[in-house]
């Protein structure tokens, strides 16, 4: 029987869009699909030289300079936005409103009203949507979830998330779009905050009912350009976003994400304690999955390191045999395999928007209790 086939058009070419187009390119390689992919046309601002070099080079047949004509093109089929935040609103619901398939970076837009209003453009049409917390599809992360699924960890008492990275801590780094706020909504909070909330939400089930915050701008200007003349440029994002949280299993939360951890490349970590025991997961150590079980006997409890390539593990442990473990382009190459096959298949997707617009409705509480200095109730 052949397979339908599923006509790609991409929105932006730098970091995700280069993680796109490695997932688009290979997820039918390394995973049976149910669905041909065809990477039909790439489309970014910038010169249509450097496109065509771009999509030569990723393996997009054409190239578009405008993105409106490439959503109202009846040969595409999915529309894949890897965009900065302040165009994602603008790009779904016109995509939305020509029937396409939609995969949109996270987070989903730069504020909580735009995410709903995203949500409502897909939801009375038939199309599939996903949000791009790619970091769900790790096979330690869904051993996690399953562990917790199956009870492993007993009642939930504590989510402890950190996301640390350290490439802003050099305060003559120049200014760049994910500073200023009318471009990407909010700083540390909405570009790596917003992956462990949805990944606590993810493993636990759990949802953020109550929470206090601080928001905080470490360097608050910024020289526009490397060059040592260059004019300042205020920074209008947060550097640091620290929370305390309640949810409603009656765990309490703490997150704290930064980009001026000196050290953490990009330390995206997260534990969970529960009344029958412990996970613990690091991005940077992400082929493991640190496990306490608490109905061992005392003198052989402890955090056991597994190792979470087998096949026997979610996503089968990733494309390579036990022991060989995945890379950060793998958890994309496993995202677009489950969308792709969801929309071939009709069936059911997450992260949706629906995961994209209940992340964003707390990164909009966060910014709230900070602004009121107040608890903030869901
Ligand atoms: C920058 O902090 C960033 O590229 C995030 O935007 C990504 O979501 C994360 O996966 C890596 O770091």
């Known amino acids: ?13 730098q970091f995700m869009g280069v993680a796109h187009s490695n997932a688009y390119r290979n997820a039918g390689m390394w995973y049976d699909l149910p669905a041909k992919i065809e990477m039909k046309c790439v ?14 080079r990723y393996g997009w047949k054409e190239i578009e300079t405008d993105w409106k004509k490439l959503v109202a093109r009846d040969d595409i089929d999915l529309i894949s936005v890897a965009t900065p935040g302040f165009l994602h609103k603008e790009m779904v619901l016109e995509a939305a409103e020509n029937g396409k398939h939609i995969l949109c970076e996270k987070p989903l837009a730069n504020s909580y009203s735009d995410a709903l209003e995203m949500l409502a453009a897909v939801q009375d ?30 009642q939930i008492y504590h989510v402890h998330a950190r996301y640390a990275q350290d490439w802003m801590v050099d305060p003559t780094a120049p200014m760049v779009w994910r500073l200023k706020k009318e471009l990407c909504g909010s700083g540390s909070l909405g570009d790596i905050c917003s992956h462990s909330i949805d990944m606590s939400r993810f493993m636990t089930g759990g949802e953020i009912v109550s929470l206090v915050s601080q928001l905080k701008t470490l360097v608050k200007k910024r020289p526009v350009s490397s060059d040592p003349s260059s004019p300042m440029d205020d920074v209008t994002v947060d550097d640091v976003a620290q929370v305390l ?27 969970i304690n529960g009344s029958l025991g412990s996970l613990y997961w690091d991005f940077e150590d992400q082929n493991y999955l640190q496990f306490c079980d608490r109905s061992l006997s005392p003198e052989v409890q402890g ?3 597994i190792n979470a390539t087998a096949d026997f593990h979610p996503y089968g442990g990733g494309p390579w045999p036990q022991g060989h473990g995945i890379g950060y382009a793998d958890t994309f190459v496993l995202e677009i395999a489950h969308f792709v096959s969801a929309i071939a298949q ?6 949706s928007f629906v995961d994209g617009v209940k992340c964003q409705q707390i990164l909009d509480a966060i910014e709230r209790s900070f602004n009121e200095r107040q608890w903030i109730h869901i």
């Open 1 to 13: 029987m052949t397979k339908p086939v599923i006509r790609i058009g991409l929105i932006g070419h």
């Open 43 to 56: 489309c970014a601002k910038d010169s249509e030289e450097n496109l065509r070099l771009f999509a030569e």
């Open 125 to 154: 049409k038939k199309i599939k949507h996903a949000c791009g917390f790619s970091y769900r599809f790790t096979p330690a992360t869904a051993l996690a979830k399953k562990l917790i699924a199956d009870g492993r960890l007993g």
């Open 245 to 271: 949280c309640e949810y409603d299993n009656g765990a309490t939360g703490c997150f704290e994400a930064t980009r001026f951890a000196g050290g953490r490349k990009n330390h995206n970590c997260i534990e």
């Open 303 to 305: 955090f056991a390191k």
């Open 346 to 351: 009709d069936t059911e997707y997450a992260p």
